[in-house]
C-alpha cells in the first residue's frame, strides 16, 4: 500500500470513507495518466520534502545525480526567474502553505534539457492538520523547443541560417545606442549578388537557393569574428561590423568578399560563377540606423553603377546625386503623362547612291524648367525605375505611327532595351501597333544589343524568332562594344548590323586599327546575308572610308542630327532621297584655338600666313588666296620658329584653307 500512501493527498475523499473500489480507480486513472498522458504528480510531506514524485520525472532527474523522494523540494526544481520575476520561489509556497500554479521548473542542475508546468497546494488530513503539498504538472519540453524554434526563426534566415533582417536591424539599433556618447567605429557592409537572376531563370530556383546558401558560409568565413552577417531577402546581405572599422581594413574586407564570392561554385554538376557589388557606410556621431542603412545602399548603388564586382564607400554627392536620380524619376513620370517626351528621326543613308533609306527614332525630353535632357541622362533613371516599360512601348506606337504617314519606301527603326525585350508583352503590343497602322511590317526595324542574350539565350531565340514571325526587321545594335559573339549571329535572325561609332571614330587615321575592324566586320555580314550601318559618322572624309570598307548605310551627324519629320514631309512625299553631307570636310584631333603668325612655303615660294585651331595632325590658315585648285597641293608650313612641317591641302574657302598634316605634330611647345 506504499503507493497509495504517498498518493494520498490526491484522494477527493478522506481514505477512511474511500472504498478499495474508489482507491483501486483512482490509483489506476494516475497511473495511465502518467504513462501516456505526459502527466505527472507530486506529494511531499509538512517539512516539504517530497514523498512521492511520478517515475516519468523522477528518472530523468535521478540521471543527473539528483535525489527526488525524501529531499525538500526545493533542492529538486529550480524556477524559470527568466519568465516568472515577481513569482515566488517554491520553498515560499511551501512555508507559507499557499497553493501556486504553471510554475516553469526544471531540474536544480540545469543538466536536463528537460522543462516542465509545475502546479500545487496544500493538504490536509482527516483531522483537518496540514500533511503537506500535493500538486501535479505537465511536459513542457516540446512546447520550449517550439517556442525557441519560433524565436531562432523570427531572428534566423530560414535558408541560409544566416540572422535575417530583423536581427541585423535589432543589432544595428543596439549599435548605434551604446555609441551615443563616443564617437562610434562601426560600419554597415550592404551587397548583393551580380548575375544571380540568370541562375534562377537557366538554372531554376533549387540551384539558385543552393548557391545562396553556399554564398553564405563564403561570407561568414571571409568575415569571421570581425562582424554579424546577415540575409535580408533574395539576393541582399547584410554585414554589420561593430567596432574598430576604418577604411584600410574594410577596404580589405570588401576586396576579401568580392574574391570569394566570385570563386566558381558547382552545383548538381553545374559550375556557377557570380560575382558581387559592395557598398559600405561608416558611422559618425549623427549617424542612426536608419540613415546607416540609407547611406550603405547608396553606396552599393554607386558600386553597381561602377561596373558592378567592385566596392564604394558611402560619400555625401552619393547622396546629392541619389537625390537628384529621385527627383528626375518623379519629373520623368510626369513627364510621361503630360506630352514632355518626343521623338526626333536621324537620316540613315545608302553609302553608295547617298540616298535616303529611312530614320532611326530618338528619343528627347524637353523639360518645361532644364531644357532638353539628353537620353544618356534619363534612359538609366528610367531603367532603374521601371519606367522603360511604358516609355519604351510609347516610342513604338509613336514610331509605328509616324511610319503610317511617310511614303513606303522609307523605314524606321525603334530601340529595344532589355528590359522591354524580356517583356512578354511585347509581341502583342507590337502585333496590336502594326496592326492598327496597316504598314508593312518590315518597315520597322527594331535595334536590339547583345546584352539580351545574357539573361536567357534560349528565351532571347524564341523571342527573336516570334518577332520575325510578325515581319518586322531586326538589327544588332552597338556590335562590337560588349559581348560580341558569332554564336548569336549564327543562330538569331538578324536584317542589319549596327557598327558602334567608337569603332567609325578615328578611322581615318592610318595609324588606327579601327578600319580592319570595320573591313572585318563588313565581310563577316555580307557573309550572313546582313546589311550593316556605320554609326557616328561626323565627317565627310569618313564617308569615302565608309564606302570602301563596303558598309551598306552610314548614319550620323554628318548627314543631319535628329530631325522634325514635319519639316521634310514635303520634299519626302515629292521623292527628294538625295542627302548632301554636312559639316567638316575631314576628321579632326582634338583642337586647340590659337592665333600666331607663321609662314608656308609652296614651290619655293615663301608667303606670311596666320593659323588658328591648331591640332596635331591639322590646323586652319588664314590670310591665303587659293583657289579650288590647290587642294590637294603638299606644302610646308612653320608652326613653330624655324620649324616646318609638311602639309597637304585639304580644302580652300574665303581666304582661308584647312591642312593636314603629314606626318602628326607635338603641340608641347605650344606656347613658345
Wanted: charged residues 25%; aromatic residues 8%; glycine residues 8%.
Amino acid at each position: 500500500m506504499k503507493a497509495l500512501r504517498t498518493r494520498s493527498g490526491f484522494w477527493s475523499k478522506k481514505l477512511s470513507e474511500a472504498t478499495e473500489c474508489e482507491v483501486d480507480r483512482a490509483h489506476r486513472l494516475m497511473t495511465y495518466a502518467e504513462e501516456f498522458e505526459d502527466r505527472w504528480y507530486w506529494e511531499t510531506d509538512t517539512e516539504g520534502r517530497l514523498t512521492y514524485l511520478s517515475a516519468n520525472v523522477s528518472e530523468q532527474i535521478e540521471m543527473f545525480g539528483i535525489k527526488t523522494v525524501g529531499e525538500p523540494i526545493a533542492n529538486v526544481f529550480s524556477l524559470d526567474q527568466s519568465e516568472f520575476e515577481l513569482t515566488r520561489s517554491l520553498k515560499f509556497h511551501i512555508v507559507s502553505r499557499t497553493a501556486f500554479s504553471n510554475y516553469p521548473v526544471r531540474g536544480i542542475k540545469s543538466l536536463s534539457e528537460s522543462w516542465w508546468s509545475m502546479s500545487g497546494r496544500p493538504w490536509f488530513d482527516s483531522e483537518g492538520r496540514f500533511a503537506g503539498f500535493v500538486g501535479s504538472g505537465t511536459d513542457l519540453t516540446k512546447t520550449r523547443k517550439q517556442e525557441a524554434t519560433i524565436r531562432r526563426l523570427a531572428v534566423t534566415d530560414s535558408l541560409t541560417g544566416l540572422a535575417n533582417r530583423q536581427r541585423m536591424q535589432d543589432h544595428l539599433d543596439t549599435l548605434i545606442k551604446l555609441s551615443r556618447n563616443k564617437e562610434p567605429d562601426c560600419a554597415l557592409i550592404m551587397l548583393d549578388l551580380d548575375g544571380f537572376k540568370n541562375v534562377n531563370d537557366t538554372l531554376g530556383h533549387p540551384v539558385g537557393d543552393a548557391l545562396l546558401i553556399q554564398v553564405a558560409k563564403r561570407l561568414a568565413e571571409v568575415t569571421g569574428e570581425t562582424g554579424v552577417v546577415g540575409r535580408l531577402g533574395g539576393d541582399e546581405f547584410q554585414i554589420l561590423i561593430p567596432s574598430d572599422a576604418d577604411v584600410e581594413t574594410l577596404s580589405t574586407l570588401a576586396a576579401g568578399i568580392i574574391a570569394g564570392v566570385s570563386s566558381p561554385y558547382t552545383i548538381d554538376g553545374s559550375t556557377i560563377t557570380v560575382s558581387c557589388s559592395v557598398g559600405i557606410a561608416l558611422a559618425d556621431k549623427q549617424s542612426d540606423a536608419e540613415t546607416l542603412v540609407r547611406n550603405a545602399d547608396i553606396a552599393l548603388y554607386a558600386a553597381k553603377d561602377g561596373g558592378r564586382a567592385t566596392y564604394r564607400f558611402f560619400e555625401d554627392e552619393m547622396l546629392a546625386k541619389a537625390k537628384w536620380r529621385k527627383e528626375l524619376e518623379d519629373e520623368l513620370r510626369t513627364a510621361l503623362a503630360t506630352d514632355q517626351l518626343f521623338l526626333v528621326y536621324q537620316p540613315v543613308v545608302t553609302t553608295d547612291t547617298e540616298k535616303l533609306a529611312g530614320f532611326e527614332a530618338l528619343l528627347r525630353w524637353s523639360h518645361p524648367t532644364r531644357g532638353f535632357i539628353g537620353p544618356a541622362e534619363f534612359i538609366p533613371v528610367a531603367e532603374d525605375s521601371g519606367l522603360i516599360q511604358q516609355i519604351g512601348d510609347w516610342v513604338l506606337r509613336t514610331a509605328i505611327n509616324t511610319l503610317a504617314t511617310l511614303p513606303t519606301d522609307l523605314r524606321i527603326a525603334v530601340n529595344v532595351s532589355p528590359i522591354q525585350f524580356s517583356n512578354p508583352a511585347l509581341l502583342s503590343i507590337l502585333a496590336n501597333a502594326l496592326a492598327e497602322s496597316q504598314i508593312d511590317p518590315s518597315r520597322l526595324e527594331l535595334e536590339i544589343t547583345e546584352s539580351v542574350f545574357l539573361e536567357d539565350e534560349s528565351k532571347a531565340q524564341k523571342t527573336f524568332r516570334a518577332l520575325k514571325g510578325l515581319g518586322v526587321r531586326l538589327a544588332l545594335d552597338d556590335f562590337g562594344t560588349g559581348y560580341s559573339s558569332l554564336s548569336y549571329l549564327q543562330h538569331t535572325p538578324f536584317d542589319k548590323i549596327k557598327i558602334d561609332q567608337s569603332f567609325v571614330r578615328g578611322a581615318v587615321d592610318p595609324r588606327s586599327r579601327n578600319s580592319a575592324i570595320i573591313e572585318s566586320i563588313v565581310a563577316l555580314s555580307k557573309a550572313l546575308g546582313m546589311e550593316t550601318t556605320a554609326e557616328g559618322v561626323e565627317h565627310q572624309d569618313e564617308i569615302d572610308l565608309i564606302r570602301t570598307l563596303g558598309c551598306s548605310h552610314i548614319q550620323g551627324y554628318v548627314y543631319g542630327s535628329g530631325l522634325d519629320l514635319a519639316d521634310l514631309m514635303p520634299e519626302l512625299q515629292a521623292g527628294l532621297r538625295k542627302m548632301e553631307p554636312i559639316g567638316h570636310k575631314c576628321s579632326r584631333s582634338p583642337r586647340t584655338n590659337c592665333l600666331r603668325t607663321g609662314s608656308m612655303t609652296v614651290n619655293e615660294d615663301s608667303k606670311p600666313i596666320r593659323i588658328r585651331n591648331l591640332s596635331s595632325t591639322g590646323a586652319l590658315i588664314d590670310q591665303v588666296d587659293f583657289t579650288e585648285q590647290m587642294i590637294g597641293v603638299r606644302i610646308m608650313v612653320e608652326v613653330f620658329p624655324n620649324e616646318m612641317h609638311k602639309a597637304e591641302i585639304r580644302w580652300i574657302g574665303d581666304q582661308e584653307a584647312g591642312i593636314q598634316f603629314i606626318d602628326p605634330i607635338s603641340l608641347d611647345d605650344l606656347d613658345r
